[in-house]
Nanobody, 114 residues
């Protein structure tokens, strides 16, 4: 089983920065299965970043160049550093792990940019 707990959300001004954290436990391939997604009100959930089987991180169009995903294996935590935030980045941000054919989601952390 896998458990995911996000933190770090909050309110920030346009142009500001925020770092989200997702603490994980269970069979997560040492965090290799972790991805970030977000969902804005009235919109579908979209990919922010995912990592492939070779350890390469891929970013969604909206995140590319502004967001950076990092992993601290010692702390069992994956981070999402978000810079140059825009109002359209306002959403509920989730971390996700796909492990042995099962998809796990955290509870989400709200980011509001205004």
């Amino acid at each position: 089983d896998v458990q995911l707990v996000e933190s770090g959300g909050g309110s920030v001004e346009v142009g500001g920065s925020l770092t989200l954290a997702c603490k994980f436990s269970g069979d997560t391939f040492s965090g290799g299965c972790m991805g970030w997604f977000r969902q804005a009100p009235g919109k579908e959930r979209e990919r922010v970043s995912t990592t492939d089987m070779f350890g390469r991180t891929h970013y969604g169009v909206a995140a590319k160049g502004r967001f950076t995903r990092s992993l601290d294996k010692a702390k069992n935590t994956v981070y999402l550093q978000m810079n140059s935030l825009k109002s359209e980045d306002t959403a509920l941000y989730y971390c996700r792990c796909r492990s042995w054919g099962t998809t796990y989601w955290g509870q989400g952390t709200q980011v509001t940019v205004s």
